[in-house]
């Protein structure tokens, strides 16, 4: 067995590196390629950002045009791995501009926090004090709310719950608006400075104290946020439909649609797959912008599941003439704090957005979702995924296969009218290498 690494963090860059082709015994070009990565002049901001840092992790940097929504028309900046998914959601934006746009409204901004602590008394004992105990909360936060309040935000109210299946474990859920920033450090400080002061509240009050003492477990944001949502809605006549209806009747394409979105409705393995399309347009926009994308994504798969049974965050109307379909997600976005501000990218990106605030943001995002997601149900009913996915494909393809320029034009020129796989490029490749 290989011996454990003592100080790993202390070392420097190129120390690190060193331990590193020395124990796996990496080839030489794998160094190499860690140096060529390092940013020539800006290496400094991406160091602080992370820890045990030896290079940087490139991913395009892609926009969407054409985006309109409530009327303005936005860039949208896109950060993803995936081919196609750009392009579909760019192919959307502009259907929809030219069919009303998006049209999003932020339902509620709401964040919560979670106290939790050992109590034996009653619950409702403790919510029959909300109010004195909300007094001591405003009290003892107000130095650390004091910013957050001047920008419209800070605690807005608490409820005492029992855990459930958990004798003498109960929760404060507290209550937070958090302006244009995502809120994860502020909720935490309050919540930690509410901890001690709530105990000693508890165990000094006549009606609530308990032989045991009531004590702090732990206090941490809920990335759960049912209440932190955007709706985005897009609606048009169904004979507008003709650019995505395929060989079918724009009523027939309608009537697919809607059953697919039935399905995702109804079956969760379709549900989940039918919102990692929509998650495909919004991941982009949060990595873009720089938000917590495991944060997003936890809160809106767990909402997904809200009924008891994960499924479609979308929902569809189809009347005798109008497709009305409709995303509904919780996005706890911000545009101030975190990385929002401090990767030059992320900069860019809000300045392509003109600096949006954190609502805005929300519904650039859920657009997003629904341009990818629009665009992936129209073409699973139609002609199906594969066809415009591996044509976008085709590039990584060819450079797997470590294609030259010549071979690439004569391989996208093969294949611009047939069907593109690992399999059928390879042996292109191998015919005209001949
Ligand atoms: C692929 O990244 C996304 C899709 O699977 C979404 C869907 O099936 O709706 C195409």
Known sequence: ???????FSKLSRDEKIKVLVEQQQLAPEIAASFQSFLHPKQQHLFNDISENIISNFYLPFSLA????INETLYMVPMVIEESSVVAAASKAAGFWAKNGGFQTRVINTIKNGQLFFNWSGNINALNNHNKEIEELIYKTTATITSKMRQRG??????EFKAVPNMANTCQALVKFQTADSMGANFINTCLETIGPELMVYINQH??????QEATVIMAILSNYTPECLVECKVSCPIEQLQ??????????FANRFKTAVDIA??????A??????????????????GNDFRAIEAGAQAYAARNGRYASLTNIELTNEVFEYTLTVPLALGTVGGLTNNHP???AAMQILQQPSAEQLMQVAAAAGMANNFAAVASLVTTGIQKGHMKLHLSNILNTFGANEVEKNAAIKHFKDSVVSYSVVENFLKTIRQ
Not at 65 to 68: H, I, T
Not at 243 to 252: M, V
Not at 274 to 283: A, E, L
Request: no cysteine; hydrophobic share 35%; net charge positive.
């Open 243 to 252: 650019p995505y209806a395929g060989g079918y009747t724009t009523r027939e």
């Open 1 to 7: 067995m290989q011996s454990l690494i003592q100080g």
């Open 265 to 270: 409705i109804n079956d969760p393995y379709r």
């Open 153 to 158: 935000g800070g605690i807005t109210g608490i």
């Open 206 to 211: 006549p009606q609530l104290k308990q032989e």
């Open 345 to 347: 990218m992320t900069k």
């Open 65 to 68: 045009p054409n985006f309109l």
């Open 272 to 289: 989940v797959t039918h919102n990692k399309g929509i998650f495909n347009g919004i991941d982009a926009v949060v990595l873009a912008t």
